[in-house]
């Protein structure tokens, strides 16, 4: 039973404009969710997180909101820039929790020019 | 500067042979992790590491073992790799605490013949 869902394999976005990438999670037992960022062939690298106190963490272009009712967090970047093409992976843990992260399987953010 | 490597970025190896997988990271964190990601199914955990000589089972152990003789060393084994190890492995370190952040190494490209 997947935990941490990321329903869109892929998503293509101008340039300039925004990308919004969505993932959905059943565990109401997570408190603590992070995006990662991989590019081919390296390992992911994290990007941004959100504790489940707040409903919004904004970091420079990277903004990730955050709605515990509906079990659903969204990674905004604004404005899409070609070097944020790769696969972005969403990821859970719950405090107090035996195995650390719980990873979606991925959207890959395609930039176009 | 946060720092986690891995033995070899690529391995070709024949079905049957023993396959180590190195993993080191400089920050003295407690917790390490395997992974491994393959397309259209994220990044699934093996095993994990909270300290030296422990060890726990992730959500795909089986043709797997590892060893921690160090804090900040954890390596992966395939007892007798198969073609269906072929695989990107990530490891990964967070400090003390389920939900730090993880520090993920390059990957190593894996190919069993």
């Known amino acids: 039973d997947q935990q941490v869902k990321q329903n869109s394999p892929s998503l293509s976005v101008q340039e300039g404009r925004i990308s919004i990438l969505n993932c959905d999670y059943t565990?109401?037992?997570?408190?603590?969710f992070l995006w990662y960022k991989k590019y081919p062939a390296e390992g992911p690298t994290f990007l941004i997180s959100?504790?489940?106190?707040?409903d919004k963490n904004e970091d420079g272009r990277f903004t990730v909101f955050l709605n515990k009712s509906a079990k659903h967090l969204s990674l905004h970047i604004v404005p899409s820039q070609p070097g944020d093409s790769a696969v972005y992976f969403c990821?859970?843990?719950?405090?107090?929790?035996?195995?650390?992260?719980?990873f979606g399987k991925g959207t890959h953010l395609i930039i176009q020019p | 500067d946060v720092k986690v490597t891995q033995s070899s970025r690529y391995l070709v190896k024949r079905t049957g042979e023993k396959v180590f997988l190195e993993c080191v990271q400089d920050?003295?964190?407690?917790?390490m992790f395997w992974y491994r990601q393959d397309p259209g199914l994220g990044l699934r955990l093996i095993y994990f590491s909270y300290d030296v000589k422990m060890k726990e089972k992730g959500d795909i152990p089986e043709g797997y073992s590892v060893s921690r003789e160090k804090k900040e060393r954890f390596s992966l084994i395939l007892e007798s790799a198969s073609t269906n190890q072929t695989s990107m492995y990530l490891c990964?370190?967070?400090?003390?605490?389920?939900?730090?952040?993880?520090?993920f190494g390059p990957g190593t490209r894996l190919t069993v013949l």
């Open positions: 565990n109401s037992m997570f408190d603590y």
């Open positions: 920050m003295d964190h407690e917790n």
């Open positions: 990964a370190s967070s400090p003390q605490g389920t939900t730090d952040t993880q520090y």
């Open positions: 990821a859970a843990s719950a405090t107090g929790g035996a195995d650390g992260l719980t």
């Open positions: 959100i504790s489940s106190i707040k």
